[in-house]
Nanobody, 127 residues
């Protein structure tokens, strides 16, 4: 059984930092492309960042250098380090796992690229 479990969300203030984790089991983690998506209240889910192995990363433009996606293929864990958080970063953050033939992470910005999804972790940025 494939499981993706996010953690690390919470209520923070504007400008704070937060690190999200996604622990994966039931699949060969190192061979999967991993991504983070988020969904704000009343909005559609949107792409945040993706990472492929060997290390190739891609971010949506709104990240503006504030987030860093990384992975530990030994611990089967995906991370999203977020800093300088804004109220517009509020939402449920989902991790996702997918496979594809492209090496560059830029090709994995669409939800259709991902087969497995976690349940999400809530991030709330208060002003």
């Amino acid at each position: 059984q494939v499981r993706l479990i996010e953690s690390g969300g919470g209520l923070v203030q504007v400008g704070d930092s937060l690190r999200l984790s996604c622990t994966v089991s039931g699949l060969p983690f190192s061979s999967y492309v991993m991504g983070w998506f988020r969904q704000a209240p009343g909005m559609e889910r949107e792409f945040v960042a993706a990472i492929n192995s060997p290390i190739s990363t891609y971010y949506d433009n709104f990240v503006e250098g504030r987030f860093t996606i990384s992975r530990d293929n030994i611990k089967n864990t995906l991370y999203l380090q977020m800093k300088s958080l804004k109220p517009s970063d509020t939402g449920v953050y989902f991790c996702a796992a997918g496979q594809g033939t492209y090496v560059q992470a830029i090709y994995y910005a669409e939800e259709s690229r991902y087969r497995y999804w976690g349940q999400g972790t809530q991030v709330t940025v208060s002003s």
